[in-house]
């Protein structure tokens, strides 16, 4: 991880030492380009401005007076005649003689720019024609010793190494705490994230940000929190499985037994044998409905919709229970108007419907009355089971829906209840992205609704 930190470092510095070392060299010499123009105009303008007095009065004794003003100055002059005679000069010529070159074509009264080169030769130089009546006569040489301009481009040069140095420094402090800043919470990120693999859910990352990084902490903590919640669930489930499991055969193998072992009553030997016949279906029930929550739990599980004429298929439900009912002298009606159709799983949407009115025969005093409704409501499909049994305490209600949790153990146990049916029912409604509403009051009875929402293709 400190590798990544590093990392991280030398390329924001290469990148930003790069950037300044571009941007110093075009400023560096944009700057001394500029100064050695102005200081060539300067030269030029001063030369012009010799050639003005000489135009008005071109005698000898203005031409000392000139040389005279210039070998006060920084600047040197030389006159020389238009054969490039040298006819005064402010100071030794001989050095710049060779910079005396007379012009192959006339020039125009604003002179032009002999030496330019500041860089290899010691002086740059100007040059203006002196002309009267029309006549050209005479030009005027400009000298500037380009020693100035060399130790001006010096002291710009250490200014410029100084803010160079003060830049790189503080990319370097910059880098180093951005790099932490970065690496630090990956760091922790890491940590925690490798204790997940090892089983320790219980990981807390104190989020510092609210940026990228601070998401992906939160995702982390959120994945350790759900990790460890399904954990906990996963362990709970297998706990129950077990106990639902070794109860039916601990009631099948201790009467099997108590039948094979002791000589009997026929009646009594009938009796035990009813119980183990009444155990082993439950066995078989609990392992079917198992069996279906393993297969909506993997993902294999798809649901095939297709177009359901509701009435038909209903009426056809009643026909299949109608045993039941009877068994149990129930008043069963159903409501459901002609041509609703429905997109669902046929064979899920049954198995729905049949876990629901399953409950409320079971959890119903005999001769009661169930309802099973649909209407449609704007775009909606509702379907209504509705008894007016036993109900369940307003407490609980949530609770139903929870894998094994039966209002009281012993007396649904007895009426052959596993717990299951209501969290196959949950899943098999949330598969359809339906909607799921159950309404009781104890002792008066359930509804359950399912909403079936935009459902309407017709
Ligand atoms: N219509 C109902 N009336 C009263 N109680 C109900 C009804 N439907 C469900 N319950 C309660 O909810 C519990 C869970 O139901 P379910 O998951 O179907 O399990 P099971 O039917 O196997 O007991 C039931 O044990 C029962 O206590
Ligand atoms: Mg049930």
């Not at 401005?49 to 070998?71: C, G, P, Q, Y």
């Not at 109900?391 to 609770?399: S, T, V, Y």
């Not at 153990?409 to 159950?438: F, M, N, P, W």
Request: glycine fraction near 6%.
């Amino acid at each position: 991880m400190k590798k990544l930190s590093i990392k991280l470092g030398i390329l924001f510095f290469l990148i930003i030492f790069g950037l300044i070392t571009v941007m110093f060299f075009f400023l560096h010499m944009g700057i001394a380009e500029s100064r050695v123009e102005e200081e060539l105009k300067a030269l030029q303008a001063r030369g012009n401005s010799h050639r003005a007095i000489l135009e008005k009065h071109f005698n000898k004794e203005t031409i000392d007076h000139v040389v005279l003003m210039e070998s006060e100055s920084m600047t040197d002059v030389i006159i020389t005649n238009k054969n490039g005679k040298v006819l005064n000069s402010s100071s030794e010529f001989a050095s710049l003689k060779k910079y005396l070159k007379l012009p192959a074509s006339p020039i125009t009264a604003e002179g032009q720019i002999v030496e330019d080169n500041w860089k290899d030769e010691p002086y740059i130089a100007t040059i203006s024609p002196v002309e009267v009546n029309g006549q050209l006569i005479a030009y005027v040489f400009m000298f500037e010793n380009t020693a100035s301009v060399h130790s001006l481009i010096q002291g710009l040069n250490e200014h410029f190494l100084l803010a160079g140095w003060i830049s790189v420094c503080l990319t370097i402090i910059i880098i180093i705490f951005l790099s932490k800043g970065i690496t630090k919470p990956l760091l922790k990120m890491k940590e925690a994230t490798s204790q997940l693999s090892k089983g320790q859910f219980s990981v807390s990352l104190p989020i510092a940000s609210d940026d990228e990084l601070g998401d992906l902490a939160k995702s982390i903590e959120l994945l350790s929190r759900d990790l460890n919640y399904l954990k906990q669930e996963r362990n709970e489930f297998l706990a129950s499985i077990s106990h639902e499991l070794r109860t039916p055969l601990t009631y099948i193998k201790g009467y099997a037994d108590i039948v094979q072992k002791r000589k009997l009553p026929d009646e009594e030997r009938e009796k035990y044998l009813n119980i183990i016949v009444e155990e082993t279906n439950r066995l078989s029930v609990l392992i079917k409905e198992l069996f279906d929550l393993a297969k909506i739990d993997q993902n294999s599980f798809a649901i095939q919709k297709e177009r359901i004429d509701l009435r038909p298929f209903f009426t056809k439900m009643e026909q299949k229970l109608s045993l039941a009912f009877q068994e149990k002298g129930i008043n069963f009606t159903l409501q459901c108007p002609q041509n609703i159709f429905i997109q669902a799983d046929p064979l899920r949407l049954e198995q729905i419907i049949l876990n629901l009115l399953d409950n409320s025969i079971k959890y119903s005093q005999a001769g009661a009355d169930i309802k099973l409704k649909a209407w449609q409501h704007k775009k909606s499909i509702h379907i209504s089971i509705q008894d007016n049994g036993k109900g369940i305490p307003e407490k609980e209600i949530p609770l139903i829906f929870n894998r094994f949790y039966r209002v009281e153990k012993s007396r649904t146990r007895s009426l052959g209840g596993t717990g299951l049916g209501l969290a196959i029912v949950k899943e098999l409604v949330q598969a359809h992205g339906a909607e799921l509403h159950v309404k009781s009051k104890e002792n008066a009875g359930t509804e359950v609704e399912l909403i079936f929402k935009g459902e309407l293709k017709q």
